[in-house]
Nanobody, 121 residues
Framework: QVQLVESGGGLVQAGGSLRLSCVVS??????VGWFRQAPGKEREFVSA????????HYADSVKGRFTVSRDNARNTVYLEMNSLKLEDTAVYYC????????????????WGQGTQVTVSS
């Protein structure tokens, strides 16, 4: 089983930036995805990266503002979030899937514990 640990969340003003990190315990040929869940809402897809090729995919709501990347030497995936909006407030999770591309949370089998991102006005 793959273990994932997120970090980097916090409180930021609208228009600001944050970088989230996801450390993955074991290297495999898989996809690492980012999801988020706001209070009272379903967990939704944000972005994903294919570990071997570096291919990326984004939800329309974050395209042009968020960037996903990886550091193979550190087994870490990053989510750089710029121009943050109030509606970006959520708990952010990273997860792994053997499939590419996929935005379906049911296709992701190992999950981190989440990190809170709060955007204030």
């Amino acid at each position: 089983q793959v273990q994932l640990v997120e970090s980097g969340g916090g409180l930021v003003q609208a228009g600001g930036s944050l970088r989230l990190s996801c450390v993955v315990s074991t290297f495999r040929s898989y996809t690492v995805g980012w999801f988020r869940q706001a209070p009272g809402k379903e967990r939704e897809f944000v972005s994903a990266i294919r570990w071997t090729t570096g291919s990326t995919h984004y939800a329309d709501s974050v395209k042009g503002r968020f960037t996903v990347s990886r550091d193979n030497a550190r087994n870490t995936v990053y989510l750089e979030m710029n121009s943050l909006k109030l509606e970006d407030t959520a708990v952010y999770y990273c997860a792994t899937s053997p499939l590419w591309p996929t935005t379906e949370k049911s296709r992701y089998y190992d999950w981190g514990q989440g990190t809170q991102v709060t955007v204030s006005s």
